[in-house]
Structures are given as C-alpha cells and as structure tokens.
C-alpha cells in the first residue's frame, strides 16, 4: 500500500516534472511558478479576468511583495492575463518582420518593402535595379546584355537597303550607254533629255534646230541646218535662167521669138562639152 502510494507519488512528481518541461516558458507553467504560490492555482485562481496592465501595475506598486516579479516581461504578462480570462493589454514591440531579398524591413512600419532604385535605374522582372532600357528605332533593336540600340544582321541572302530594309541581293544588270541602271527595277532605261534638247539616231542629246527654209535650187543639209546648191548629175551643169532679163529686154521681137532663140542657144551650149568631148 505504502509502495503503491510512493510510486503513484513518484509518477505525479515526473509527470509534473515532464508537464513543466513541456509546459517552460508557457503562459500557465509562468502563472503556476509566479503566481499560484499566493493566488491559488490557474483553475481556481482569485484573480480571474484580472488584465495584464493591472497585473503589471501590482508588481510595479510591489502589492503583496508581487515587486519580485518584476523579471516577467509584458510578453509574458499578456499570455498570463489571457490564461486567467483577461485582457492582453500591454502593448509590446512586435518581434522584426524577415524580408525576402529585394524587399527590407521598414523599421518604423516593421513592414516588407521594396526599396526605391537608384536614379536613372528601374527594378526589372527579376527584381533586380538596372539602367533604364533604351528606347531603339526601327531597324534598330534593344541589345538587352548592354542595353544599346543595334542593328539586327539580315537573314541570309539579304542586305540592308538605305531605308533600313533587308532585301534579297540582285545583281545589277549591265547597261549600254545612253541607257542607264534603273537601280530601283534593275532595268535599263534611256533617261530623258535636258530640256531643249531631243535625242539624235545616236542616242546623244542634242539642241533641237529649227530648219532653215531653201529656195530651190538650193536644199537643206540637215547636218550643218544650211541651204546647199546639189551638185548637178554627170554631164550636167547648172544655168541661171534669165525669164525676168527675157521680160524687160528692150528688143523687137515677140517673147517667143526671144525665149526660142535663147532655148535654142542654151541646148546648143549645153550640148556643146559633150560634142567636144565626144569629137575629142
Ligand atoms: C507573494 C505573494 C504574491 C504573489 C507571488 C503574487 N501575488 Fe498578486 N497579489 C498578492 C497580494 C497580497 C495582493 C493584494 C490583495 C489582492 O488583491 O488579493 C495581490 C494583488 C494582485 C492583483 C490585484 C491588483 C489590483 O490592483 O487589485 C492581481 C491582478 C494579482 N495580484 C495577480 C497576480 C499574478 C498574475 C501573479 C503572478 C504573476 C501574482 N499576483 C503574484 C500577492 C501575490
């Protein structure tokens, strides 16, 4: 019985012991050890729905000699005073938030917060400052490692023309003056002539003649624009016929008369080199 008595003792003891272990540092194993010596255990404690500013004030007034508690921090105070049905009224630091990189800890909020950039930096995706992107052109694109504008290279087969455009490369076709290189169609064109000029069987440009008027016998040379008299055929020779001398001349005779006799005389003459020669 006595055995029996020591061991069911014993057992109470440790599990006390093991509840007080289990129990350090907690709220009602603090009551237990400060409090309950004169306030009665937790369960049936006087001091019910006291809050942990009046528990506070009797260990800073010292009521009771409860000055010897002073060690107990607010913390501990308000987790005492909920356990006896209280309020946890004692405003303490709440412990230092953790922030996760780039967010830091406001000291004054004991809040996350993403810190501001640098000047002429901006936070990217990865959460990083970097240099504001810059802003490119068509062609040019955002080179990200160094952030510059470049140029893109074209796709194979292709050049960039001056519009900035890449096109496939055409070789030039050859052209034979006066026609020249339409670069733009590849083809070979006869361009336009300067104003005031027309351009010649040649194809050269040349200043555009008006030309002259010939009075027969006289014809036109259309390469000196000049009134040439045409050398006569073999065997002939050119005359001047005088019908205005024929009309005025002061003889007798009737016109007919005249230009028979003139007639007469110039086939006489004309026919004269040729007797000549022939008698020669
Ligand atoms: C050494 C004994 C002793 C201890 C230990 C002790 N008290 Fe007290 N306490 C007293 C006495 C004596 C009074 C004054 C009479 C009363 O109100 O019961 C008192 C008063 C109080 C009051 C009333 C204060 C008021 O303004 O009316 C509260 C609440 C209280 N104690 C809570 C506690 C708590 C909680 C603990 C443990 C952390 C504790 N006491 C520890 C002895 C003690």
């Known amino acids: 019985m006595y055995k029996a008595n020591s061991l069911k003792h014993f057992i109470s003891v440790l599990l006390l012991m093991i509840m007080a272990l289990a129990f350090s540092g907690s709220a009602s194993a603090d009551y237990a050890s400060s409090c309950a010596g004169?306030?009665?255990?937790?369960a049936s404690s006087n001091k019910k729905g006291s809050s942990a500013s009046k528990i506070k004030s009797a260990i800073v007034s010292n009521m009771g000699g409860m000055g010897s508690l002073s060690g107990l921090s607010d913390v501990a105070l308000n987790a005492i005073a909920v356990e006896l049905g209280g309020s946890a009224n004692l405003s303490v630091t709440p412990p230092p938030v953790v922030c996760t990189s780039p967010q830091v800890r406001d000291v004054a909020t004991n809040t996350c917060v993403t810190p501001a950039c640098p000047t002429g930096q901006v936070r990217n995706a990865a959460g990083v400052c970097a240099a504001i992107p810059v802003t490119c052109t068509s062609p040019q694109v955002r080179d990200v490692a160094t952030n510059t504008c470049v140029t893109p290279a074209c796709p194979t087969?292709?050049?960039?023309?001056?519009?900035?455009?890449?096109?496939?490369?055409?070789?030039?076709?050859?052209?034979?003056?006066?026609?020249?290189?339409?670069?733009?169609?590849?083809a070979c064109e006869t361009p336009a002539c300067p104003t005031g000029q027309v351009r010649n069987a040649a194809g050269v440009c040349e200043v555009t003649v008006t030309p002259v008027t010939c009075t027969l016998p006289k014809v036109l040379n259309t390469t000196t624009n000049a009134c040439e008299t045409p050398a006569c055929p073999t065997g002939?020779?050119?005359?001047?016929?005088?019908?205005?001398?024929?009309n005025t001349k002061r003889m007798s005779m009737k016109k007919g008369m005249a230009l028979n006799l003139i007639s007469h005389s110039l086939v006489n003459w004309l026919s004269m080199p040729r007797k000549f020669f022939d008698w020669v």
């Open 38 to 42: 004169c306030h009665s255990p937790l």
């Open 157 to 186: 087969g292709q050049v960039r023309n001056a519009a900035g455009v890449c096109e496939v490369t055409v070789t030039p076709v050859t052209c034979t003056l006066p026609k020249v290189l339409n670069t733009t169609t590849n």
């Open 236 to 246: 002939q020779v050119q005359v001047k016929i005088l019908t205005k001398t024929l």
